[in-house]
């Protein structure tokens, strides 16, 4: 089934322009040295059974930091299905209450906005917003939305997502595979046994910070190194630190691995539950 895979953002946790900094990224006039803070959507369009019933936009996002609203906006983002957390850091969640307007949209349908996290995760989300998630939550206008365990396999709407377990630093994070496509992010060591629920992948996105090592975050070398073994048609980079410019970058790569930008649309082929591989 056809499907779009469009970055929301791009950049590291403190984005791009990085506040103060003058160097010549944060202050590039090139639009794709603007990076917002990292989350990708996942849209298809439902068949319906029904002959003569029109087709329903689904809309899955991984990640709702801190830039989600303005990320929202930008793309018309008027509908979501679902959201995967990768993990709680606050580059990766801080966006979730700007999910609201959304989640009252789902709630007058008659429904809840799930919100897939692994327990570790959940703590966190439950924790940050006690307002939303405590069971004596009282606030009017809190976000419509329910926290559901990760597990291996999700299926939203027919369309199926699988948890990529890979490391960050010290922690396991998740990463995500729907269909021909595959979604990394902070991330600074692959399990073997990842390695190969990525076999097959034709578009793969990994994290790469900048060229000096750091404990939790991959460089640009070892990101080109995992692309080169997962041998994905095209891979794009994304998490990205003020170090690398955009155009700069692109001319050291190899030429099957691209900076991704907040925008960048790509064409996918999501797979439906039980259908075969
Ligand atoms: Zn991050
Ligand atoms: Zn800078
Ligand atoms: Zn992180």
């Given at each position: 089934?056809n499907?779009t895979?469009?970055?929301l953002?791009?950049?590291t946790?403190?984005?791009?322009?990085?506040?103060g900094?003058?160097?010549?990224?944060?202050?590039?006039?090139n639009p794709?040295?603007?990076?917002?803070?990292?989350?990708?959507?996942?849209?298809?369009?439902?068949?319906?059974?029904?002959s003569?019933?029109a087709?329903?936009?689904?809309?899955?996002?991984?990640?709702?930091?801190?830039?989600?609203r303005?990320?929202?906006?930008?793309?018309?983002l008027?509908?979501?299905?679902?959201?995967f957390?990768?993990?709680?850091?606050?580059d990766?969640?801080l966006?979730?209450?700007?999910?609201?307007?959304?989640?009252?949209?789902?709630h007058?349908?008659?429904?809840?906005?799930p919100?897939?996290?692994?327990?570790?995760?959940?703590?966190?989300l439950?924790?940050?917003?006690?307002?939303t998630?405590?069971?004596?939550?009282?606030?009017?206008?809190?976000?419509?939305?329910?926290?559901?365990p990760?597990?291996?396999?999700?299926?939203?709407?027919?369309?199926?997502?699988?948890?990529?377990?890979v490391?960050?630093g010290?922690?396991?994070?998740?990463?995500f595979?729907?269909g021909n496509a595959?979604?990394?992010?902070?991330?600074?060591?692959?399990?073997?046994?990842?390695f190969e629920?990525?076999?097959?992948?034709e578009?793969?996105?990994?994290?790469?910070?900048?060229h000096?090592p750091?404990p939790?975050?991959?460089?640009?070398a070892?990101?080109?190194?995992?692309?080169?073994?997962?041998?994905a048609?095209?891979?794009f980079?994304?998490?990205i630190?003020?170090?690398l410019?955009?155009?700069?970058?692109?001319?050291?790569l190899p030429e099957?691995v691209?900076m991704?930008w907040?925008?960048?649309?790509?064409?996918?082929?999501?797979r439906?539950?039980?259908?075969?591989?």
């Amino acid at each position: 089934m056809n499907g779009t895979l469009t970055f929301l953002g791009t950049g590291t946790s403190m984005g791009v322009p990085t506040i103060g900094c003058p160097c010549s990224v944060c202050t590039s006039s090139n639009p794709r040295d603007r990076r917002l803070r990292p989350s990708v959507m996942i849209r298809w369009n439902e068949i319906q059974p029904e002959s003569g019933v029109a087709p329903r936009h689904r809309a899955v996002v991984i990640d709702t930091g801190p830039d989600f609203r303005e990320q929202a906006l930008r793309t018309g983002l008027a509908h979501v299905d679902a959201v995967f957390y990768t993990h709680g850091h606050v580059d990766h969640i801080l966006g979730l209450d700007d999910l609201r307007p959304l989640s009252f949209i789902a709630h007058r349908a008659g429904g809840l906005i799930p919100l897939y996290a692994s327990p570790h995760t959940a703590e966190i989300l439950e924790r940050v917003y006690d307002y939303t998630f405590s069971p004596n939550a009282t606030y009017a206008t809190r976000a419509r939305v329910e926290i559901r365990p990760l597990a291996d396999r999700t299926t939203i709407h027919g369309v199926e997502f699988l948890r990529i377990p890979v490391l960050h630093g010290d922690m396991e994070v998740a990463g995500f595979r729907f269909g021909n496509a595959a979604y990394l992010t902070d991330v600074s060591e692959i399990p073997e046994s990842s390695f190969e629920l990525l076999e097959g992948v034709e578009t793969l996105v990994l994290p790469a910070l900048r060229h000096k090592p750091h404990p939790s975050h991959a460089t640009v070398a070892q990101a080109v190194g995992w692309a080169e073994r997962i041998g994905a048609r095209q891979t794009f980079l994304t998490h990205i630190a003020h170090e690398l410019g955009h155009d700069e970058t692109n001319s050291m790569l190899p030429e099957s691995v691209r900076m991704a930008w907040d925008g960048l649309e790509l064409p996918v082929t999501l797979r439906r539950a039980g259908e075969a591989a």
